[in-house]
């Protein structure tokens, strides 16, 4: 099976089911911490492949939430800045595995790339794999730093 080095927010239970999936389909997972990691921007980017800029941001990021930051209304360049000052924009995961790089958790390309032990399941749990695992409470807004 496959050796992944998993960037995310250490503590995200999220990621812990997404890594947990990975760890039962049989691969080595490495956990290495998105928010601590100085990025270099070319090394960022390289996780991006070609994806829209807008699927670079994390959706669940208090900022995008709220409003504060549009993902629609920023080109790379900005992107890049917007992330390398603030972590928590960036979408999580970031994987590498065999020289390959990708974003994000889509049980789908995860499956055709490294293998997943039930990809049927996790295609069928792809929301509670990818969405935040602590949403407000009813009637709370975000909170916005």
Known sequence: MA?????????CM??????????Q???EVEVRDLLAKEWQ????????GDLPVKRWFNPNSPRVKCGEIDPLAH?????????LADHLLIRRPLMVSGGKKCCGFDPET?????????????????????SCSHPPSPGEPPACP
Do not use: C, N, V
């Not at 999220?14 to 760890?23: A, E, F, G, V, Y």
């Not at 080109?75 to 992330?83: C, H, K, V």
């Open 75 to 83: 080109d790379a360049t900005a992107a890049l800045e917007l992330m």
């Open 25 to 27: 389909s049989g691969h």
């Open 14 to 23: 999220t990621s812990t089911k997404q890594i947990d999936l990975l760890r």
């Open 41 to 48: 921007p070319e090394e960022l980017l390289s996780f991006f």
């Open 3 to 11: 050796d992944i080095i998993y960037y995310t927010k250490i503590g």
């Open 110 to 130: 995860l499956h055709a790339w490294i293998g997943l032990s039930a990809p049927d399941e996790a295609m069928a749990r792809s929301g509670d794999l990818q």
